[in-house]
């Protein structure tokens, strides 16, 4: 069987990603508008009406904006804890009943030989979530708009095949940059965002023999670079002999405004 993902787009201007098998696809998080989530499917010769749920990691506009457009079009169901449904009911308009998912965090859903798992995260959010997906041993784990790297976040995404991991800023950049001081202590703080340092400090523990592919994520487009982030996390990796031990695994880019290419998880 197998997976398939491609990260549509990930930063502060909106964030969605496809996760497919042969059987489903499934859209995690809609902050982008709706026509902006089918050109970006479209690059991926995927149709709108082709996808099968929506789960949402927490109630933010960079990862809701499309979504009461999209369900309310497709008439898909949509997948948040009851926390985070209570904030969206204020936030999207109008959702029909039967398409309101109530999945608790921890809670594992299935669609077919895909399960899909949610963990709790520390961010300024009702109740945020990371998602893991798994096909019998294939391990795909999502985690973005962390605050910090809890041991209890790095015991559910260990062992991952494919890990999509938040490297939101260079500490120094945002330091310097132009925010007000309340937003850059909210960025630092244990429910804001995960730098660039601490990304690669956590990768240094999260890689191993199974990891092939990781996408650093959710870039800050004002106090961060693609480079700077993937050489400040290679450099991490580097000085604690984790890729000359795992030289198997390769960084990846994620973009605001374009998607990945399809990443394969086992045979599709």
Known sequence: MGVRF???????????????TREHR????????????EQLLQERQTKLNEID?????????????GLGALARKLRLPVYANSRTWAEL??????????????????????F???TVESFAISHDAAEPVGYCFYEKDLKISLATDLGYM???????????DALILEANHDVEMLRIGHYPWNIKRRILSD???????????ALSELISSKTRGVYLAHLSRDHNLLDLARLTVRNILEENGILN???QVQLMDTYFDRPTKWEVVGEV
């Open 6 to 20: 491609s990260i549509l787009a990930s930063g502060s201007t909106g964030n969605s990603m496809i996760v497919e």
């Open 26 to 37: 499934i859209l995690i998080d809609a902050g982008l508008s709706m026509k902006k989530i």
């Open 53 to 65: 749920a929506v789960f949402i990691t927490h109630e933010h506009s960079d990862h809701i904006k």
């Open 89 to 110: 009911e204020k936030l999207v308009g109008d959702i029909a009943k039967e398409q309101v998912r109530i999945m608790e965090t921890g809670e594992r859903i299935q």
């Open 112 to 114: 077919g030989a895909l």
């Open 150 to 160: 809890s041991p209890k976040v790095k015991e559910k995404i260990a062992d991952s």
């Open 191 to 201: 429910t804001g965002h995960l730098s660039n340092e601490a990304a690669g400090e």
């Open 245 to 247: 031990k795992h030289r």
